[in-house]
């Protein structure tokens, strides 16, 4: 059974860092790419970024390019997404998913930016 759990979400000021982590379970972590998308009150959820394995490709949305990265551990099974210089427009629920065209998500985590 995968399971996929988020942490790290919370309340952070504009231009503040917040470093999301996700921890997989129940399948072959390191052989599958992970994905991080978001989802903000009213609106579809969305790509944010992804990362391929082994090369560990990444892409990013445009919207987050130069201020988020995202890497891995496969030692761990986890992935991260660090986040910096977090704008009121990046609050959202943050969600990790196992591929990029899988039904794998994880609960999500809260990602608010407010003064």
């Known amino acids: 059974q995968v399971q996929l759990v988020e942490s790290g979400g919370g309340l952070v000021q504009p231009g503040g860092s917040l470093r999301l982590s996700c921890t997989g379970s129940?399948?072959?972590?390191?052989?599958?790419?992970m994905s991080w998308y978001r989802q903000a009150p009213g609106r579809e959820r969305e790509f944010v970024a992804r990362i391929d394995t082994p090369d560990s490709i990444r892409e990013y949305a445009d919207s987050v390019k130069g201020r988020f990265t995202i890497f891995r551990n496969n030692y761990k099974k986890t992935v991260y997404l660090q986040m910096n210089n977090l704008q009121p427009e990046d609050t959202a629920v943050y969600y990790c998913r196992r591929g990029w065209n899988t039904a794998d998500w994880g609960q999500g985590t809260q990602v608010t930016v407010s003064s």
């Open positions: 129940g399948f072959t972590f390191a052989t599958i790419g």
